[in-house]
């Protein structure tokens, strides 16, 4: 069983509209959680940290479900440039990252 | 762009040479880890450098090494290399123990194995 699980997509989404995903971990002693962006041959690129309360940052909001061991990512009202692979990552005390294989976005117009 | 700096880019190798990457990790970061991507998966760790010692790594056979420079910039060194390593070999370097704990990738260098 893969540490980091993510369903692959791809979401096609049309412009404008919302989308959601998720990932879940097997590992209950990680201790940090973010969101990465991956555009198509390019470095991954840090999206936004994920806590417990749940965060927002513009139109990205992040939760994590700690009991159940899943995080999720929704976005609204989806841009063109949302088109991206989202990569989930939990990390140990070490900063050691565990990437899931990543959900690709592809919104339309 | 995030300051760590990767060479070469690309590079295309045939089965059973070596080959030696390059990290120069963002200023002020004392740790830079490296992580292997072939097509369609995520980044899968291999090893991470912290003050110029191996600290944790991944499910990567010895032929895969490294190494940390007082500097903090990184090497990895392949042995031996096979048709399955070819993939974005990418370096991110952190500041472990100084409160901020976002890893900043560098641009990754693209290996081919022949």
């Known amino acids: 069983r893969k540490e980091v699980e993510q369903d692959p997509g791809p979401f096609n989404v049309p412009e404008g509209a919302t989308v959601a995903f998720n990932c879940t971990y097997s590992n209950s002693a990680s201790q940090s959680f973010f969101w990465y962006r991956q555009d198509c041959r390019k470095e991954p690129k840090l999206l936004m940290s994920v806590y417990s309360s749940g965060n927002e940052d513009g139109r990205f909001t992040a939760q994590l479900n700690r009991a159940s061991q899943y995080i999720s990512l929704l976005i609204r009202d989806s841009k063109l440039s949302d088109s991206a692979t989202y990569l989930c990552v939990v990390t140990d005390s070490w900063g050691k990252l565990q990437f899931g294989a990543g959900t690709q976005v592809v919104v339309t117009p | 762009e995030t300051g760590v700096t990767q060479s070469p880019t690309h590079l295309i190798k045939t089965r059973g040479q070596q080959v030696t990457l390059r990290c120069s990790s963002q200023?002020?970061?004392?740790?830079v880890s490296w992580y292997q991507q072939a097509l369609g998966q995520g980044p899968q760790f291999i090893f991470q450098?912290?003050?110029?010692?191996?600290?944790g790594r991944g499910n990567f056979p010895p032929r895969f090494s490294g190494l940390q420079f007082p500097n903090y910039s990184s090497e990895l060194n392949v042995n031996a290399l096979e048709l399955d390593d070819s993939a974005l070999y990418l370096c991110?370097?952190?500041?472990?123990?100084?409160?901020?704990?976002?890893?900043?990738f560098g641009p990754g260098t693209r290996l081919t194995v022949l």
């Open positions: 450098y912290y003050r110029e010692e191996e600290n």
């Open positions: 200023s002020g970061h004392n740790t």
């Open positions: 991110a370097s952190i500041s472990v123990g100084q409160g901020d704990n976002e890893q900043f």
